[in-house]
């Protein structure tokens, strides 16, 4: 949450030619409301079912980056079909840069407690999963358009 998921998948889309879909987005669209609602009127495990069903049929279309939302990875038939059928990047960036972000939107439903000891139990129990990715990033004091650039640069090498 918060490191910026859909704007470098927006920005390397557009480097490689590529179709952009974000998950979260499309969700928002098709259920005519926005994510917090989604949790706050029809509960996280509604969200998840659709999560599934829509990152399952995106993650098969070719030529395409696809900014999935925070848990979507964590969802062991999502990871399954990512790790078999795609590439997948880990952006990582440190738990205080990812606190400063997120305190500044009032969007996240995991998050509205606010707290630093939820923020930290969230990525402590992601990142076991978020390892699995084929490749990370440590977003760590790099601006966008470098985290672009080595995404193009491992899949680049990976695609041969």
């Not at 990875?73 to 880990?90: C, G, H, Q």
């Not at 972000?101 to 996240?108: G, N």
């Not at 440590?138 to 995404?151: A, Q, S, Y």
């Given at each position: 949450?918060?490191?910026?998921?859909?704007?470098?998948?927006?920005?390397l889309?557009?480097?490689?030619?590529?179709?952009?879909?974000?998950?979260?987005?499309?969700?928002?669209?098709?259920?005519?409301?926005k994510?917090?609602?989604?949790?706050?009127?029809?509960?996280?495990?509604?969200?998840?079912?659709?999560?599934?069903?829509?990152?399952?049929?995106?993650?098969?279309?070719?030529?395409?980056?696809?900014?999935?939302?925070?848990?979507?990875?964590?969802?062991?038939?999502?990871?399954e079909?990512?790790?078999?059928?795609?590439?997948?990047?880990?952006?990582?960036?440190?738990?205080?840069?990812?606190?400063?972000?997120?305190?500044?939107?009032?969007?996240?439903?995991?998050?509205?407690d606010?707290?630093?000891?939820?923020?930290?139990?969230?990525?402590?129990?992601?990142?076991?999963?978020?390892?699995?990715?084929?490749?990370?990033?440590?977003c760590?004091?790099?601006?966008?358009?470098?985290?672009?650039?080595?995404?193009?640069?491992?899949?680049?090498?990976?695609?041969?």
């Amino acid at each position: 949450m918060g490191v910026g998921k859909s704007t470098i998948g927006r920005i390397l889309s557009k480097k490689l030619k590529f179709k952009f879909f974000d998950i979260d987005k499309i969700i928002e669209k098709n259920q005519k409301m926005k994510i917090y609602e989604i949790f706050e009127i029809k509960g996280e495990s509604f969200f998840r079912n659709v999560e599934e069903k829509f990152t399952l049929k995106f993650v098969k279309k070719k030529n395409s980056v696809i900014a999935l939302g925070g848990g979507a990875f964590v969802n062991l038939r999502i990871r399954e079909a990512i790790l078999r059928n795609n590439k997948s990047f880990w952006l990582d960036a440190p738990i205080d840069a990812l606190k400063t972000r997120v305190q500044r939107k009032k969007t996240r439903p995991l998050l509205f407690d606010n707290s630093s000891r939820n923020l930290k139990k969230i990525y402590s129990e992601r990142k076991k999963i978020y390892k699995l990715a084929n490749f990370k990033i440590n977003c760590d004091n790099l601006h966008k358009n470098k985290i672009v650039k080595k995404i193009i640069n491992l899949y680049e090498k990976d695609k041969y």
